[in-house]
Every structure is written in structure tokens, then in C-alpha cells.
């Protein structure tokens, strides 16, 4: 541009000099004056353990973010990356295709419920939720039911950060600096219920009647109007929220009853979370649409999924043979690295059986996690699979800062926790052993014993 100088790649604007500095990379979902002041540094993985810049071994007890099932280093992984990249290192996905692309489909149907026999691939989980969104709507037009435009969500549900992902979402601070969003959006109650609910181990007893919810919505909007509704099977960035018992299933007679197509955002329960491959087949609920990332491919390369059923499918495949029939897809859909990473990563989790491992350590991680009843600020227990949260009372005037503190404890204590709100949210991989899970409580033991 005239009259400015240019920079020099590599340099510094100011200094003009090559620089390593924090300052220019703006953080995701990050304090990042706080962080840049103190950083948080991670600089390698293996097993159940990060290295820290200091060279301290940081227990993973989430997974990355939810996402590194497998746990970190894996060899296979690895290596399937490292030869796709030699082998085909891009193809696209629109109007050619590669053959690992359809491997890995053909084998992730097979961990579906009879009936979702088709996937979409993204890269992210919020481009699954954007992709499964315009899915139903373009469904219900191609049905002849064009006037099912309307998207329900959940009350502090968490779909991504995507403008469709945030509109059917629930939680405040995600949508209230981001203008008007979606239109035709609305959302049934959340399920959370402290005061009926406290401490439940698994599914609370109370709250099967919230699912009515959408009878409500029915009855304003009409059912000719409504295209779908997404839900968490278990909402995970909320703070963990499990659904009552009978909650789900009502859900789903109440969309058959009016022709409502169902998604379940599996994105975190995915791929061995709960203690079965999915949360469909957790609580035994089969929805219309299933939405994935994260664990298909253990965090190693981005990748996401969405799962639908055959109708769905069908009713887009009619017209001339040669015209495209969605008009939707990325650049990186089904990208070799990331589908060689997913075959590998289903390749480990069918040898090592991770995808049930969970079942397994589920009553441990319970019995250890529920442990935790009685400390100083706990006021709510919560799990299922491997899943746990701790919800703490917020600082009268500081909402968040409770939990954060002890995020930031654990972190110099060589653990690593997340916090949303003032709960702790833990999903750790699923190789853990009990030596780990001990570890875990222990460590958090003796932080909410002593924090302020
Ligand atoms: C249920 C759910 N949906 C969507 C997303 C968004 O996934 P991503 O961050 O990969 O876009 C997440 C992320 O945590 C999630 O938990």
C-alpha cells in the first residue's frame, strides 16, 4: 500500500527484528492477558501425560479438549500420517475421491445403529453441526415438507462456534456478542437441577418431563414448521449435564410424533466416551442424525463426521444422474492424512477395545469421583462413562474464578483439568489405568480441600 513500509516476513512490525514473542497470536476461549503474563506451555505427548515447557509430565485427565481418546504419541497414528503425506498428500473431495476416504466411511457405519448408514466428512465439530443443520432442512424440502424451517436447541447446549452452532446453542456468553444469528431458532428448557438432582451417580432420577418441552414449541410454532432438533446426549462444554432418566427417550416419541428429525451431537460422547461406541447406543435412543469429530481420528489431525440415516440420504439422490445433489462441502472433506489417521485410529481402538474400556473403569472413576463429596465448595457430582464434573459455589461477585484457580493449582501440581464456569469437567483418555485415576482425585483432593 502507498506510503507504508513493508514488512519483512519473520519480523517484528515494530522491532523489525525476528521474534518468538506470545503477543501475536490471539488465543481461542483463552485469558489471554492472564496467560501471556504466565504461560501454560505444552511442548510434547505420550500415553496419558503432556510434557510442560518446564519439562514437568502433566497428567491429561481431558483428553486434550475431548478429543485425544486414544491417548497421545500413538505409533500407528503416526505412522499412517506420516506415509499418507508421502503417498497422496491432498485430493479433493468434490467430484473425485480417493480410496481411504470411502475405507474409512464404509468401516464408521458399522459402529452406527442399523439404519445410519451414510456419512458427510467435515473437519471440525462445528462443521459437523453447521453440515447436519443444513442437512435437515434441505432434507425436509426435498421430502415436499419445505416449510420445516425451524431449528431447535437446548438451553445451555454447546453445538460449536459456528453462526448455526451458536444460534441452536445455549450458553450466554457464546451468543451474546454475535448480533442476531440464525432466525427461525428456538430452544426447549435445560435439564440441570441442583435442587432435585445433587450428587446423582449416572442418569438423575428427575427431570424426564423437561423433554416436553418441545410440545411447548410445537404448539407455538406448529410442527409444519420445524425442521429438527439437536441435542447433547450428555452436554459436555456446559459443565457436564447428564439427562434424566427417560429424558431422551421422550424426546425422540415426541419428534416421531411430529415428524421432527432428532440429531444427537455426539461430538464428545463419539468414539468410546461413555463406555460404548456412542451415547445411541449408551441410553439405547436412536436419532435421526448423528454429528462427530474429535475422537475419529484421537485429536491427531482435524477431522469430523456426520452420521445420517438411509432416508435421509435417499431423498436427495433423485434428479439427473450428472447434477450434484447437496450443495455443501470443504476443501479439506475427507482429506487423505485425516483419513488415514481415522483407519489407524479405528485400527487401535478395535485392537485395544477402547471403545468399551470405559464400561470397565466406569464404577471406579464413580466411586473416586463421588469421593470428592464434602469438600469445602462442592456443591454438585456429576458422571457418566468417563466422563465426571465437579461443580463448585461461585465467589459471591466472581463467578468463574473459583474453578479457574484450581485449574490453574492443578496445572503446577502436574494435572491437567478444565474448567466452564466454576465446574471442573474431566474426560481423560481411554487407556487410563486406576494408578492414573487415583492420581487424578488425589491431586484434586488436596486442591478443594485447601482452595478459598
Ligand atoms: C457437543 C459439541 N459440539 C460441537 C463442538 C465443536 O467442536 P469443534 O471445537 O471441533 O468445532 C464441541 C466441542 O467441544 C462439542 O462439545
Not at 310 to 319: L, Q, R
Not at 425 to 433: G, K, Q, R, T
Request: glycine share 10%.
Amino acid at each position: 500500500m502507498a506510503g507504508m513500509e513493508a514488512r519483512k516476513p519473520g519480523t517484528d512490525s515494530r522491532t523489525r527484528v525476528a521474534t518468538n514473542n506470545l503477543e501475536a497470536f490471539w488465543m481461542p476461549f483463552t485469558a489471554n492477558r492472564q496467560f501471556k503474563k504466565a504461560p501454560r506451555m505444552l511442548v510434547a505427548a505420550e500415553g496419558m501425560y503432556y510434557r510442560s515447557a518446564d519439562g514437568r509430565k502433566v497428567l491429561d485427565a481431558t483428553a486434550g479438549l475431548w478429543c485425544c481418546n486414544a491417548g497421545h504419541g500413538r505409533q500407528k497414528i503416526v505412522d499412517a500420517v506420516a506415509s499418507q503425506v508421502k503417498e497422496l498428500d491432498y485430493a479433493p473431495a468434490f467430484q473425485m475421491g480417493h480410496p481411504k476416504a470411502f475405507e474409512l466411511a464404509a468401516r464408521l457405519v458399522t459402529y452406527m445403529p442399523l439404519g445410519i448408514d451414510h456419512v458427510f466428512f467435515t473437519n471440525s465439530g462445528s462443521e459437523s453441526v453447521e453440515t447436519a443443520l443444513k442437512i435437515a432442512i434441505a432434507y425436509q424440502r426435498a421430502r415436499g415438507e419445505g416449510t420445516r424451517f425451524r431449528l431447535i436447541g437446548r438451553e445451555r447446549g454447546y453445538h460449536g462456534v459456528n453462526f448455526g452452532g451458536i444460534s441452536v446453542g445455549g450458553i450466554p456468553t457464546n451468543r451474546k456478542f454475535f448480533g442476531t444469528m440464525l432466525t427461525g431458532v428456538d430452544h426447549i428448557r435445560h435439564t440441570h437441577d441442583i435442587a432435585r438432582n445433587a450428587f446423582s451417580k449416572g442418569q438423575p432420577q428427575h427431570g424426564a418431563e423437561l423433554a416436553d418441552d418441545l410440545e411447548r414449541l410445537v404448539a407455538l410454532h406448529d410442527a409444519s414448521t420445524i425442521a429438527a432438533v439437536i441435542v447433547e446426549p450428555v452436554a459436555g462444554s456446559t459443565g457436564v449435564l447428564i439427562p434424566p432418566k427417560g429424558y431422551l427417550e421422550r424426546l425422540r416419541a415426541i419428534c416421531d410424533k411430529h415428524g421432527i428429525l432428532l440429531i444427537f451431537d455426539e461430538v464428545i460422547t463419539g468414539f468410546g466416551r461413555m463406555g460404548t461406541p456412542f451415547a445411541t447406543d449408551y441410553y439405547g435412543v436412536v436419532p435421526d442424525m448423528i454429528t462427530t469429530a474429535k475422537g475419529i481420528t484421537s485429536g491427531v489431525i482435524p477431522m469430523g463426521a456426520v452420521f445420517v440415516k438411509k432416508e435421509i440420504y435417499d431423498a436427495f439422490m433423485n434428479g439427473p444422474d450428472h447434477m450434484i445433489e447437496l450443495f455443501h462441502g470443504y476443501t479439506y472433506s475427507a482429506h487423505p492424512v485425516a483419513s488415514a489417521a481415522g483407519l489407524a485410529t479405528l485400527d487401535i481402538y478395535e485392537e485395544e477395545g477402547l471403545l468399551t474400556r470405559g464400561a470397565e473403569l466406569a464404577p471406579y472413576w464413580e466411586e473416586r469421583l463421588h469421593g470428592l463429596r464434602g469438600l469445602p465448595h462442592v456443591i454438585d457430582i456429576r458422571n457418566s462413562g468417563l466422563i465426571g464434573a465437579i461443580e463448585l459455589e461461585p465467589i459471591a461477585g466472581s463467578p468463574t474464578k473459583r474453578a479457574f484457580t484450581a485449574f490453574l493449582e492443578a496445572f503446577e501440581k502436574n494435572l491437567m483439568i478444565r474448567t466452564t464456569g466454576d465446574i471442573i469437567a474431566m474426560s481423560p483418555p481411554l487407556i487410563i489405568e486406576k494408578s492414573e485415576i487415583d492420581q487424578i482425585f488425589d491431586t484434586l483432593t488436596g486442591i478443594l480441600k485447601n482452595l478459598a
